[in-house]
């Protein structure tokens, strides 16, 4: 565990810069919820694409940025509709 871990943090900062090209193509998250992504995504994710990992197929740093790409897309798409779900409860609220 302590060496994915220190793989991990090693690629750290190439999941925060693919963070910003997802923020480039509109899929913007806040600070406070993207730390949470990176660090859902080493929860979730990080053993699976460690293991899947095919160095015929290419680097591991570009299967890394693939796969950390998918899942953060999804996950800030997730937590988007989250946000409006709540905004619309409380302006449901509020009007009553």
């Given amino acids: 565990m302590i060496e994915l871990q220190h ?13 910003g090209s ?8 806040p600070p406070d919820d993207a ?15 460690s293991e899947r990992f095919d160095p015929k197929l290419g680097t591991f740093e570009s299967y890394l940025v693939a796969a950390f790409y ?9 937590l988007d509709v989250w946000r409006r779900r709540l905004s619309d409860l409380t302006e ?4 009553k």
Avoid: C, M, N
């Avoid at 949470?36 to 699976?48: I, K, L, M, P, R």
């Fill in 35 to 49: 730390r949470d992504v990176v660090h859902d995504f080493y929860v979730e994710a990080w053993q699976g694409v």
């Fill in 7 to 19: 793989q991990f943090l090693s690629y750290e900062r190439l999941l925060w810069q693919t963070l």
């Fill in 22 to 29: 997802l923020a480039r193509r509109g899929y913007f998250v």
């Fill in 70 to 78: 998918r899942f953060a897309r999804r996950r800030i798409v997730e």
């Fill in 92 to 95: 449901a609220a509020e009007h």
